[in-house]
């Protein structure tokens, strides 16, 4: 069966501070990948998507990266952090076929909860 | 018009009341349908799909109107642990396997 993994659960960083946040997905190749943002009482704001390694599409300006090192690999890069920063971060994953309208969905990781300060 | 509407809520209720969400949607042409639940400080988990016959899993009902761009979601016999936020997805088209959220509905069922 497929997991998803991500770290830290919560962080605590100063305004100003790099920011690095990493999602693992096991049992399944060549996913799609995402990142999600939610602010405190919000909804999901999608912020980057991946299909394959080296390919992130970005879904809004920001002062966020994303990378896709590996296979199975998704992180969340930032060299300043704002204090409009803060959230729950959440990564995602989807099958492959799922690009083509398949009827599967998107699971989600235990997320980051960030707070800058 | 937001691309996926629902039920703002709060919806309070006692155990073992009957409620209803609604989500309407504004493209036409999406393809797949979901219910996700989110608990408090916790990640979205998947609920249930959404299939043009209708669907039910215990408890939980689900219906699609595709020519009114709606779905629904009924939970029957409401348990204290249904509280939660009731999230409705939608896999547009040709969008590269991108689902669009809802804000969610939350609900609060009381003893």
């Known amino acids: 069966s497929q997991t998803i993994h991500q770290w830290p659960a919560t962080l605590v960083q100063p305004v100003g501070s790099p920011l690095s946040l990493e999602c693992t997905v096991e049992g399944t190749s060549n996913p799609n990948l995402y990142w999600y943002r939610q602010a405190a009482g919000r909804g999901l704001q999608l912020l980057f998507y991946?299909?394959?390694?080296?390919?992130i599409s970005s879904e809004v300006p920001q002062n966020l990266s994303a990378s896709r090192p590996q296979d199975r690999q998704f992180i969340l890069s930032s060299k300043k952090l704002l204090l409009s920063d803060s959230g729950f971060y959440l990564c995602?994953?989807?099958?492959?076929?799922?690009?083509?309208?398949?009827?599967?969905?998107?699971?989600f990781g235990p997320g980051t909860r960030l707070t800058v300060l | 018009r937001k691309e996926v509407e629902q039920d703002p809520g709060p919806f309070n209720v006692p155990e073992g009341a009957t409620v209803a969400f609604n989500c309407t949607y504004s493209?036409?042409?999406?393809?797949?349908f979901f219910w996700y639940r989110q608990d408090c400080r916790k990640e979205p988990k998947l609920l249930m799909s959404?299939?043009?016959s209708g669907n039910e899993d215990g408890r939980f009902t689900a219906q699609l109107n595709r020519a009114s761009q709606y779905i629904s979601l009924l939970i029957r016999d409401s348990k204290l642990s249904d509280s939660a936020t009731y999230l409705c997805?939608?896999?547009?088209?040709?969008?590269?396997?991108?689902?669009?959220f809802g804000q969610g509905t939350e609900l609060s069922v009381k003893p």
């Open positions: 991946s299909v394959g390694i080296g390919q």
């Open positions: 493209n036409s042409a999406s393809q797949s």
């Open positions: 995602a994953w989807s099958p492959a076929f799922f690009r083509e309208g398949g009827t599967d969905t998107q699971y």
């Open positions: 997805v939608v896999n547009p088209a040709n969008q590269g396997g991108k689902l669009i």
């Open positions: 959404v299939y043009s």
